[in-house]
């Protein structure tokens, strides 16, 4: 059984272009959430899809948005690029939204320049 | 929000050695989680634990809900263990709410040597 797929792996962008990150769930989870991490702020929560609806929210500003489509695939964006951006971007997905047991991704690794 | 504290932040040992990690936290939650973040950045779950305790191999973690801490348990360690064991919690059981919104603790970094 696969499991979560992040897209791309590695990227670099420059101040002000947006980025678009993908996540591909294991099969037949519906739940899927998003964490940034960075060596200052360590693991954070930046939001939450069950059922393409966005469920939950952390504490990020509006630049930082997401999406889950019918297939329980999400995309996230962040537009206006900052330095502080720079970070590892954490996929992660459950059967249902109690978040009883949840799976990561391998991350994808975005630097801002 | 809710605080989530791991000791120690660094942890060195010999191969063969025995660990425990600490992971306290602020309020009365049912959801708690063990992960282990190898060198490529993935986290791995380990433990689904919100009380009681559980055993896989050569490790195992014990929730005492009640007192807010849980203690995770690496016995024999292997090289292979290395690396960063995260805590993490769902939110606050007075907020009512569901979902996998997890809170981190920073860590323990975890480095066995041969």
């Known amino acids: 059984k696969a499991g979560v797929t992040q897209t791309p792996r590695y990227l670099i962008k420059t101040r002000g272009q947006q980025v678009t990150l993908s996540c591909s769930p294991i099969?037949?989870?519906?739940?899927v959430s998003w964490y940034q991490q960075t060596p200052g702020q360590g693991l954070q929560f930046l939001f939450e899809y069950f059922s393409e609806t966005q469920r939950n929210k952390g504490n990020f500003p509006g630049r930082f948005s997401g999406r889950q489509f019918s297939n329980s695939r999400s995309e996230m964006n962040v537009s206006t690029l900052e330095l502080g951006d720079s970070a590892l971007y954490l996929c992660a997905s459950s059967l249902e939204p109690s978040g009883r047991t949840i799976y990561f991704g391998e991350g994808s690794w975005l630097t801002v320049v | 929000g809710i605080q989530v504290e791991q000791s120690p932040p660094d942890l060195i040992l010999q191969e063969g050695a025995n660990s425990t990690l600490r992971c306290n936290f602020s309020?009365?939650?049912?959801?708690l989680q063990w992960f282990h973040q190898n060198p490529w950045g993935q986290l791995i779950n380990l433990f689904y634990?919100?009380?009681g305790t559980k055993q896989n191999g050569r490790l195992s973690a014990t929730t005492v809900a009640t007192e807010r801490y849980s203690l995770l348990y690496i016995s024999s360690s292997q090289t292979t263990d290395s690396g960063v064991y995260f805590c993490?919690?769902?939110?606050?059981?007075?907020?009512?709410?569901?979902?996998?919104?997890?809170?981190f603790g920073e860590g323990t970094q975890l480095t066995v040597n041969p």
């Open positions: 634990i919100p009380s």
């Open positions: 099969s037949g989870h519906r739940s």
């Open positions: 993490a919690v769902g939110p606050p059981i007075k907020e009512e709410t569901s979902g996998s919104r997890l809170t």
């Open positions: 309020d009365s939650v049912n959801n």
